[in-house]
């Protein structure tokens, strides 16, 4: 088999302290066909200037400011020139076999994307994430989110709905024929986006728990205004479902979601927290005055489908529970 070259892209916005360990990890691959790409967001702690003086290798792209995840990871991708694309966060370090295991098992040309085991950091024994699910609630099952790491049940490999984006890998064919990141996301569910639409153009979404990436959880978020980052989830979740999801699913689907974003603005409302309240009314807004550009990616989208909801619904969705939705309310 001609073992396929892999793109590493690591977007960076003031990240420095991380980058040292993120990129040491990433030059002990054993697998030596990939490049490294560093997309920096215009950072002003002298990131660039470290990348330049100690990973001289590095393909480096300096940005003038902060355009996101979506945006910058796409840039990145423009200039990659592998046959895979491997997104990285740079509060990650990752096995020194990752490449090696990954990367041979695209040789199956339904895979288009691969998640890693991903554990917390900070607690070794503890996942991350395995994967999400799509749920009738239309919030996702995190699927081993915090779950014990020796956890049977996450240690083997499966079909999800969505992987991470702080360690996944995407066939890169497949983003020539879906596209990138929708760049109207900004950053957050800009992920599940693009392996929604890989699902519905006919390729597969994988958990493969064969190497570990290390990810310290929220890290390069903890800046971010919350209110911010509940603006952009919920304006984009309504936004890719508008965009993926078949006519006859969107009926049920836009009423649960928009039943939901009220209630749960009323109750930050009732807890004193008016600006993330605020922030889900302007998501829903954002998505209205936003409707004919949307309708507008939608028929794109839906050129490239090839099999019904059903066919990866069926496969990629866990039952609604209880502890799910208490757990919506906790976060």
């Known amino acids: 088999m001609n073992l396929p070259k892999v793109s590493i892209i690591i977007v960076n916005w003031n990240g420095k302290k991380w980058l040292e360990k993120c990129l040491e990890s990433v030059s002990k691959q054993t697998y030596k066909k990939y490049e490294v790409i560093v997309v920096d967001n215009g950072s002003e702690d002298e990131s660039r200037e470290y990348v330049k003086k100690y990973f001289p290798a590095t393909i480096l792209i300096e940005l003038d400011k902060n355009y996101g995840f ?8 423009k200039s990659a020139k592998g046959d895979l694309v491997f997104l990285l966060n740079n509060d990650t370090t990752i096995d020194k ?7 041979p098992l695209f ?3 339904r895979i288009g994307t691969i998640q890693p085991r991903i554990v917390r950091m900070d607690d070794k024994n503890k996942l991350d994430l395995a994967g999400a699910f799509w749920t009738q609630t239309t919030f996702l099952h995190y699927f081993g989110l915090d779950g014990k790491r020796s956890s049977k049940k996450f240690n083997v490999p499966m079909r999800v709905f969505s992987n991470k984006g702080a360690a996944m ?3 890169k064919s497949m983003l020539d024929k879906i596209g990138g990141f929708d760049e109207d996301f900004w950053s957050y569910y800009e992920e599940t986006d693009l392996c929604h639409r890989a699902w ?7 958990y493969y728990p ?4 290390y990810h310290a959880k929220g890290k390069t978020s903890e800046t971010i205004d919350n209110s911010f980052i509940q603006f952009h989830n919920f304006k984009n979740k309504l936004l890719s479902f508008i965009k993926n999801f078949e006519a006859k699913n969107l009926l049920f689907i836009i009423p649960t979601f928009i039943i939901l974003l009220l209630g749960l603005s009323f109750f930050y409302l009732t807890k004193g927290m008016g600006d993330k309240s605020i922030a889900l009314i302007r998501s829903l807004f954002w998505n209205i005055t936003n409707l004919k550009q949307t309708l507008i990616k939608r028929k794109k989208v839906q050129k490239n489908r090839a099999v019904d909801d059903s066919g990866y619904l069926s496969i990629t969705s866990k039952p609604i529970s209880l502890k799910h939705i208490l757990s919506l309310l906790s976060k």
């Open 169 to 171: 890998f995407v066939r």
């Open 210 to 213: 064969i190497s570990t990436c």
């Open 200 to 206: 519905l153009s006919g390729f597969e979404c994988w």
């Open 107 to 109: 040789d199956n040309p």
């Open 97 to 103: 076999d990752m490449l090696e295991n990954i990367a």
């Open 70 to 77: 979506a945006k910058a990871n796409n840039i990145g991708i």
